[in-house]
């Protein structure tokens, strides 16, 4: 028999867990056992929810007996759900989710399961192949005030970025189809922009223009904009569900890298006792989705989630090893996903580059819209200054050091500052 595992941490004053557990998993699966006639257990048999393991946790002495809970993973049998994310997801936390203090908290897949995701199409090194830069982190940056600009306007905004000498372009991802700013014709400006850049940095450049409208027209949607010359896609997952970024990355003609924006995850990951962890919203799930970026709010910058969940993220989107629940003998295996490139984001400023090549390493794409428009001496300044602060990491030089022989650095560093 196949199994996915879900984890959950439940906490209740008083509950005994362990029956807890056992109604979850019957409850979510053949929905009771023990009356069932044993002719008719036979039959169930196989579409019964197993309880994995019961941990509790009792509150130490002093601590709130609110704070009492236990984590227990739940064994879903394959067979009583269709491969795909909605079926996972409604069987594992659909009624669940709304009944007390109770977090999904993690999700192992089984190989069965896996199997029906190609995952992303490009992932992390295609995106590296598609630039040809190998060996140090990307750098992307956002638009900026997007709204009611019309075409030269956003075209003038793409250029300046362009000659900061980024990876990635995005749209602010509150840019939706427009009389002004059409997908087709923005795409077509961006792209004569980025050609024109091209000429001066000597780099490539990949944009990202926002995917939007009505979930039935996204494929006709995305033909269109890679028809103009796209050569990246920004897509909300969240408002539109991970079945859509499924269907979207799977597609023949989506033949370009997907950027999952975070918008809505607010909605679900921050409570420690309701929602989704943000390992399982923003990692697991958008990388079997098919994201082969993906954004979230970085631990030190305007919108802030912990250390401690940004690194679960990190994980679940690089993670190669084969991991979870043995079943029939196989480890559920992360292998064949390509993996999925991270990208903490609000806020950032050169002066926090030290802390995210130190918590993220060199595969991360360093994010910012305002750490670059905002720059004293203009957005092509402000591309120039994350650069330079990316290089003197790499050089094992103090930013401020390094920001003595580099202006554009040291503006930054006088308007925001370092992390310390
Ligand atoms: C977590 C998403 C970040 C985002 O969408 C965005 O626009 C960030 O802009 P800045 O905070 O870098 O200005
Ligand atoms: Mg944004």
């Excluded at 509150?174 to 091209?198: D, H, K, S």
């Excluded at 092509?380 to 330079?388: C, L, P, S, T, V």
Aim: charged letters at 20%.
């Amino acid at each position: 028999a196949s199994y996915c595992i879900a984890t959950y941490r439940c906490y209740d004053e008083k509950a005994d867990f362990h029956k807890k557990a056992t109604g979850i998993a019957v409850g979510l699966t053949v929905g009771s056992w023990t009356d069932l006639p044993e002719a008719r257990k036979a039959e169930m048999e196989k579409h019964l929810g197993r309880v994995v393991s019961v941990d509790v946790h009792e509150p130490a002495a002093g601590e709130s007996l609110g704070e009492r809970y236990a984590d227990i993973r739940i064994a879903y049998p394959d067979v009583n759900f269709s491969r795909d994310i909605p079926a996972l997801l409604v069987t594992v936390f659909g009624k669940l989710s709304m009944d007390g203090r109770i977090k999904l908290t993690d999700l192992t897949f089984s190989p069965s399961f896996l199997d029906a995701f190609p995952g992303p199409r490009f992932g992390l090194q295609g995106v590296r192949d598609l630039l040809g830069v190998q060996d140090r982190p990307l750098l992307m940056s956002i638009f900026k005030s997007v709204i009611g600009h019309d075409l030269p306007a956003l075209r003038e905004q793409f250029y300046q970025q362009a000659l900061g000498g980024v990876d990635l372009i995005k749209d602010d991802e509150i840019l939706f189809e427009n009389p002004l700013t059409p997908i087709e014709r923005r795409v077509e400006v961006c792209m004569e922009a980025a050609e024109q850049a091209g000429r001066e940095t000597g780099q490539k450049l990949l944009y990202a223009a926002n995917l939007t409208g009505p979930t039935f027209g996204l494929v006709e949607q995305a033909r269109r904009a890679i028809g103009a010359g796209a050569n990246a896609l920004l897509f909300n997952v969240l408002a539109y569900g991970f079945d859509a970024l499924a269907e979207l990355s799977r597609h023949p003609d989506v033949n370009v890298p997907i950027m999952a924006h975070p918008a809505l995850a607010g909605a679900f990951y921050p409570s420690a006792y309701h929602g989704i962890s943000a390992n399982v919203l923003l990692g697991k799930l958008m990388r079997l989705a098919g994201a082969d970026l993906v954004l979230f709010p970085s631990p030190y910058g305007s919108v802030v989630m912990p250390l401690e969940e940004n690194m679960a993220i990190k994980d679940a989107l690089l993670t190669t090893e084969a991991s979870g629940y043995v079943t029939g003998g196989r480890a559920a295996d992360q292998l064949s996903l390509r993996t999925s490139f991270p990208v903490p984001s609000a806020g950032i400023h050169p002066g926090l580059v030290p802390w995210i090549l130190r918590d993220f390493g060199h595969d991360v794409v360093v994010n910012a819209g305002g750490g670059v428009h905002g720059h004293p001496m203009g957005a092509a300044a402000g591309g120039r200054a994350f650069r330079q602060a990316i290089d003197g990491c790499l050089s094992g030089i103090p930013l401020r050091t390094y920001a003595e022989t580099h202006p554009e650095l040291q503006a930054a560093i006088q308007a925001w500052g370092i992390k310390e």
